[in-house]
């Protein structure tokens, strides 16, 4: 069938770096080996003191990835900066020490039509066995459900446990696909000023702006624990 132009859509991932010399090459890797190839890689590094800046920089300097260096601030800070160079239509956030699925960003587009926000599951990657944290069913989110949403994050975000909440990957900014114009026309920003929940204070803001938001029951992205 022809394929609709939104499974085209350009996704800038944007990974914050302090020093991470053991995972950041997997991390790059996960992205660069993605099925899906529509992608922009944005790597911020918040002032390392260690090698992790040059080795990717070396490393991959024949890949098309935008480096950008900044005095040691806050991850929220490295993030934000990450926002201003994003050209993609959907921004998504990984962590240095993280990677995504092989097939992340592609299942996120595929469901990404008509929505203003994809939101995945997660796997956390222990010593000894592999735990899904995540969405259990898919569904599409509208209105007041969005509404709810928010306030459940505000309620339950900062004390939270992801047994027992409908939809437990919410809080974080990964495994998630954002549209990078509701974030720089409406200026959402991670604040820089709280010592924990930057996450949430982002993901209520940019909330209040979605009109339908998805939700997938697939785990898009790996953490290491």
Same mark, same amino acid.
């Given at each position: ?24 090459? @997997?991390? !790059?890797? *996960? ?20 090698? *992790? ?18 005095? @040691? &601030? ?16 959907? +921004? ?12 992340? +960003? ?39 459900? !969005? ?15 992801? *047994?027992?909440?409908? +939809? ?5 900014? $990964?495994?998630? #696909?954002?549209?990078?114009? $509701? !974030? ?10 709280? &010592?924990?929940?930057?996450?949430? $204070? ?5 909330? &209040? ?6 939700? +997938?029951? $697939?785990? #898009? ?5």
């Amino acid at each position: 069938r022809m394929f609709d132009n939104y499974e085209n859509d350009k996704v800038s991932v944007i990974i914050p770096l302090y020093n991470n010399e053991k995972y950041i090459v @997997n991390c !790059i890797d *996960s992205v660069l080996n993605q099925k899906y190839k529509n992608i922009e890689i944005i790597i911020v590094d918040d002032g390392s003191t260690d090698n *992790s800046y040059e080795l990717v920089k070396n490393k991959y300097k024949n890949n098309e990835i935008i480096f950008i260096k900044q005095t @040691n &601030q806050v991850p929220s800070a490295a993030r934000n900066k990450g926002i201003t160079y994003a050209t993609g239509k959907w +921004i998504m956030f990984l962590d240095s020490d993280d990677r995504l699925e092989k097939r992340a +960003i592609e299942v996120a587009i595929t469901n990404s039509k008509d929505v203003d926000l994809v939101v995945g599951g997660w796997n956390g990657v222990y010593s000894n066995k592999i735990e899904y944290y995540g969405p259990k069913v898919s569904e599409t989110l509208t209105g007041w459900q !969005i509404k709810d949403l928010a306030t459940y994050l505000l309620s339950n975000g900062i004390m939270f446990t992801s *047994s027992n909440s409908r +939809i437990p990957s919410i809080e974080g900014p $990964v495994a998630k #696909l954002y549209l990078t114009k $509701v !974030i720089k026309e409406n200026n959402i920003m991670f604040p820089g000023d709280l &010592q924990y929940a930057e996450d949430l $204070v982002f993901n209520y803001n940019y909330l &209040q702006l979605c009109r339908k938001v998805k939700i +997938i029951s $697939v785990s #898009l992205y790996e953490a290491n624990r």
